[in-house]
Nanobody, 122 residues
Framework: VQLVESGGGLVQAGGSLRLSCAAS????????IGWFRQAPGKEREEVSC????????YYSDSVKGRFTISADNDQRTVYLQMNSLKPVDTAVYYC????????????????WGQGTQVTVSS
């Protein structure tokens, strides 16, 4: 089982980035995928998750309306489209495989990717 994130980078405030989380060793029917982030000196926080089997999604209040999570089951890839980025969105973003509910978000995370850095300049 492997998760590989990509798509991070440096962007100005108000800009957009699309992160990808490519899964191998399992299908998106086996696990839900969540996106998390960790800024320097802060705890890791959940951003969003998706149940690719039924399409249900969850967003944290901090990103709701700006970020969109989606899944391509054939490509075994989950995307996080991030719009209207703010400096406070600067963090290392991780994807994880586990469980997800639309009400409360990730229930558990069994596997993690290595992370991708997102930096938003003001």
């Amino acid at each position: 089982v492997q998760l590989v994130e990509s798509g991070g980078g440096l962007v100005q405030a108000g800009g957009s980035l699309r992160l990808s989380c490519a899964a191998s060793g399992f299908t998106l029917d086996d696990y839900d995928i969540g996106w998390f982030r960790q800024a320097p000196g802060k705890e890791r926080e959940e951003v969003s998750c998706i149940n690719a089997s039924d399409g249900s999604t969850y967003y944290s209040d901090s990103v709701k309306g700006r970020f969109t999570i989606s899944a391509d089951n054939d490509q075994r890839t989950v995307y996080l489209q991030m719009n209207s980025l703010k400096p406070v969105d600067t963090a290392v973003y991780y994807c994880a495989a586990g469980g997800c509910t639309s009400v409360s978000g990730t229930t558990h995370s069994d596997y993690w990717g290595q992370g991708t850095q997102v930096t938003v300049s003001s």
